[in-house]
């Protein structure tokens, strides 16, 4: 930001956001969860145990941290 604002501009612009960043406004979480389907193929299902590691691994903690941020919103 040295490079792009003066030390007046740099000065303002912080008295103005510390405030907001001290108190907590304007902070916002997002969660996103990307799902992609093929078309089954009973010949090359993956294994039970793949798709169950699959699961705890990525899905649940996405689930996890969504739910979170939402109760968040809501207090």
């Known amino acids: 930001m ?5 030390p007046d ?5 912080e008295a103005y956001v510390r405030p907001q960043v001290e108190g907590g ?3 916002v979480r997002e969660a996103v969860a990307y799902l992609a389907a093929m078309k089954p ?3 090359a ?3 039970p145990a793949l798709v169950e590691a699959v699961y705890a ?3 649940v903690p996405l ?3 969504l739910a979170n ?3 968040d919103r809501r207090s």
């Open 2 to 6: 040295d490079r792009i604002l003066t």
């Open 9 to 13: 501009e740099l000065a303002r612009y």
């Open 25 to 27: 406004q304007g902070v």
């Open 41 to 43: 193929n009973h010949e």
């Open 45 to 47: 299902a993956p294994p």
């Open 57 to 59: 691994a990525i899905l």
């Open 63 to 65: 689930l996890v941290e």
């Open 69 to 71: 941020s939402l109760k």
